[in-house]
């Protein structure tokens, strides 16, 4: 008997295993989609990609070939993913960046463009959070989450939309929240900002892809659920932690929290081309919420 097992999901590299001879061995594939990366060649462009889900996802798209942008508000962060990335051999390129300046926006297509001669693919993952009980959410709070989680996305995609039109190809990725789905007891109190600029996102999505599906650009949605200790938990103790955590588990059929490779994954999927006939879609990355379904 023979047993076939992944070593790396770069090279598509093997082992062989054959249990009667007691061997092992090692093999590379050698068709067409063993030799070829996913992302060959593309240019991609992902905001607020300094740590968490962000900077697993560009680590993956260089990964399967891609020269990555790391657009990000904090200088620090992009100067430690960039470095870290060109240590591993990989092409990337840092730019500091406010997802809700367009002059600054404008200047990074410009140089992305610049650089690599053409952008294939935008991620638009930056975003903050600013919880508050109802009775004291202001309007600062209000205005400072929705200008950087809804508006940085339209913002991000009409400085990139030039590009991509002119060349008749482009991948747009939003990523929202499960949170912008529906709500739950328990789950998600003080997040009414954050809710709605991810519902927004998703209806935004959906409304770009109509815009620019005639010019050969998807456009499509990530909402990802819980992945576990997240930054977004940092301010509950140990012991409230475990508590949600135990909630966000119970509420899915797969019983567990999710990981950033698997966010990474989905949203890898959504920016190659074998999502090229997939546009205006939300795909929850969730592990079968039982809330949501």
Known sequence: MLILRWKSHTTRHVQLFSANMGRQLD????????????????????TGSGSGIRKTMVKRFTEEGASVVIADINQEAVDTVVRELKEAGRTALGFKVDVTNRSELKELMKTTASKFGRIDILVNNAGVTRNRPFQTMNGEDWDFVLR????????????????????????????SSTLGTGT?????????NY???????????KTLARELGPHGINVNCVAPGNVGKSTFHSTRTPQEMEKH?????????????GTLEEIANAVLFLVSDESSFISGQLLCVDGGRTDRM
Request: glycine share 8%; hydrophobic share 45%; aromatic share 8%.
């Open 27 to 46: 093999i590379h594939l050698h068709t067409k989609w063993g030799n070829e990366m996913r992302l060959q060649d593309r240019v991609a462009i992902v």
């Open 148 to 175: 950087v989680d809804l508006k940085g996305v339209f913002y991000c995609v009409q400085a990139v939309a030039e590009y991509m039109i002119n060349q008749r190809y482009g991948k747009i990725v939003n990523i």
């Open 184 to 192: 739950t007891p328990g789950v998600g109190s003080g997040t009414y």
């Open 195 to 205: 809710a709605a600029a991810k519902a927004g996102v998703i209806q935004l999505t």
């Open 245 to 257: 955590l135990a909630l966000r588990r119970s509420l899915t059929v797969l019983n567990r929290t």
